[in-house]
């Protein structure tokens, strides 16, 4: 069974300060791994995916396969990163279901 | 707007009534999700299509509930008899070609009172 756990549900953070967003997860084989962010009165979008390696809007997200960890970090938070994010799973290719967390609130204090 | 649609954005129901609902994909995307979504919860996948066949359903979407893709263009999803417990955010999502990427629409918030 596939399942994607974030323990935080609210992460209060200070603008400037370092952010991480815990996610640890459970697939048998070899997963894609996905954070989806969604603001305010918004649509959940994709924030970033572990093959693209890239960094958007300044985040990052390392895949640890052996502590099967997948955490979302910004070195300096911004306001305007208060949202929701939710981490996810699927399969290889990434076209199948995908399986969320939780979600964990980032709150950025002024 | 270009993006995923759905309709209606609300619905509100008594218990034992039917409803169903629609999304419309972005247009060049073969490929629909549907998820559900409750309070503190994320979203939970329910069933997906590729173009008009439907190739996974969750073991979570009874027999109470049914999707449908004809043409492989919009799909509805309706649910039969509803229970105070189906009562959640119904979200659809479309991708298409070599993307990975799933464009959610803005859901539909059902009430079963």
């Known amino acids: 069974a596939q399942r994607v756990t974030q323990p935080e549900k609210l992460l209060s953070v200070f603008k400037g300060a370092p952010v991480e967003l815990k996610c640890n997860y459970s697939y048998s084989g070899s997963p894609e791994l996905f954070w989806y962010v969604q603001y305010s009165r918004q649509r959940l979008q994709l924030l970033l995916r572990?093959?693209s390696r890239e960094s958007i809007k300044g985040f990052t997200a390392d895949l640890n396969k052996g502590e099967t960890s997948f955490h979302l970090k910004k070195p300096f938070a911004q306001e305007e990163d208060s949202a929701m994010y939710y981490c996810?799973?699927?399969?290889?290719?990434?076209?199948?279901?995908?399986?969320f967390g939780t979600g964990t609130k980032l709150q950025v204090i002024p | 707007d270009t993006g995923v649609s759905q309709n209606p954005r609300h619905k509100i129901t008594k218990r034992g009534q039917n409803v169903t609902f629609r999304c419309d994909p972005i247009?060049?995307?073969?490929?629909l999700y549907w998820y559900r979504q409750t309070l503190g919860q994320g979203p939970e996948f329910l069933t997906y299509?590729?173009?008009?066949?439907?190739?996974?359903k969750s073991r979570l979407l009874s027999d109470r509930f049914s999707a449908e893709r004809p043409k492989g263009s919009f799909s509805t999803l309706e649910i039969q008899r509803t229970e105070q417990g189906d009562s959640a955010m119904y979200l659809c999502a479309s991708s298409g070609g070599r993307s990975y990427e799933q464009y959610f629409g803005p859901g539909t918030r059902l009430t079963v009172t």
């Open positions: 299509f590729q173009n008009e066949a439907q190739l996974e």
């Open positions: 247009s060049e995307h073969n490929r």
């Open positions: 996810a799973l699927s399969g290889i290719g990434g076209y199948q279901k995908v399986t």
């Open positions: 572990h093959i």
